[in-house]
């Protein structure tokens, strides 16, 4: 029977041991590959999201303006006929006097 602690006998289980240690740390150098390309993909969609975004933002911004700029285009025109209308109503003060003194 071969002793175990024979030279070669230790020699060829530290052998053993650095495989499988050497095979653990592939696999966990896969493993980081494998997450540091989820993060790297990760990242990317969310710049192609924050990207889409900011074009969204731009568009509602164009949009609200020339909303605001429509909105007093209407206000002018609301104005406008507001001001007809109570001098249809009211006549002013000067165009009365005018009438009563005749």
Same mark, same amino acid.
């Given at each position: 029977m071969a002793d175990p602690n024979s030279p070669s006998d230790v020699l060829a289980r530290q052998i053993a041991q650095l &495989?499988? &240690?050497?095979e653990r740390l592939?696999?966990?150098?896969? /493993?980081?590959m494998?997450?540091? /390309? /989820?993060v790297e993909k %990760? %990242? +990317?969609?969310l710049q192609d999201i924050n990207t889409e975004l900011k074009t969204i933002h731009h568009n509602l911004l164009e949009k609200i303006?020339?909303?605001d700029a429509m909105n007093e285009e209407m206000r002018k025109e609301i104005d406008f006929?507001?001001?007809k209308l109570y001098e249809a109503v009211f006549p002013d003060d000067s165009t009365e006097? #005018?009438? +009563? #003194?005749s």
């Open positions: &495989r499988q &240690r050497r592939l696999v966990q150098r896969a /493993a980081q494998y997450k540091l /390309a /989820a %990760e %990242e +990317s969609v303006k020339r909303q006929w507001r001001n006097e #005018s009438t +009563s #003194s």
